[in-house]
C-alpha cells in the first residue's frame, strides 16, 4: 500500500474516533524490525460502551472507504478493542486498560 493511501486510512480511523469523542489518541509509528505493522493507533474511551461505539464507528468509516479492518479482537468485553487494519492495528482502550498495557511508552520511539 503506498504511503498517501496508509496516511489516509490513519487518517480516516483519527477523524471517526475524534467524532465519537475518544481521548488521548496518538499515532505511533512502529519499528521497522518488529515487522507486525507500520502504525498503531491508540486511544481511550470512557466506559466500555463507548470504546465499543468508537470501534463501531472506525469500522463503518473504513468500510465506506472500502478498507475494512481484517479481523476485530475484544469487541465484546470492550475493554481493549484491537483492530486489525494491516499496515495500522487501532488498539482502543478503557483508561484503566491503557494504563495497565502502557502500550504508549512500550511502542514509543
Not at 71 to 100: K, N, P
Amino acid at each position: 500500500m503506498t504511503e498517501s493511501k496508509k496516511n489516509l486510512k490513519n487518517d480516516i480511523i483519527v477523524q471517526a474516533a475524534e467524532d465519537k469523542q475518544a481521548r488521548d489518541i496518538r499515532t505511533l509509528p512502529i519499528r521497522e524490525e518488529a515487522g507486525i505493522c507500520d502504525y498503531f493507533i491508540v486511544m481511550t474511551g470512557r466506559n466500555k460502551i463507548h470504546t465499543q461505539a468508537i470501534a463501531d464507528a472506525i469500522t463503518q468509516k473504513l468500510a465506506q472507504a472500502e478498507m475494512p479492518p481484517i479481523t476485530t479482537e475484544g469487541l465484546r468485553d470492550g475493554g481493549w478493542i484491537l483492530l486489525d487494519c494491516a499496515e495500522t492495528i487501532v488498539h482502543i482502550f478503557t483508561q484503566s486498560e491503557r494504563e495497565f498495557y502502557d502500550l504508549d511508552d512500550l511502542w514509543s520511539e
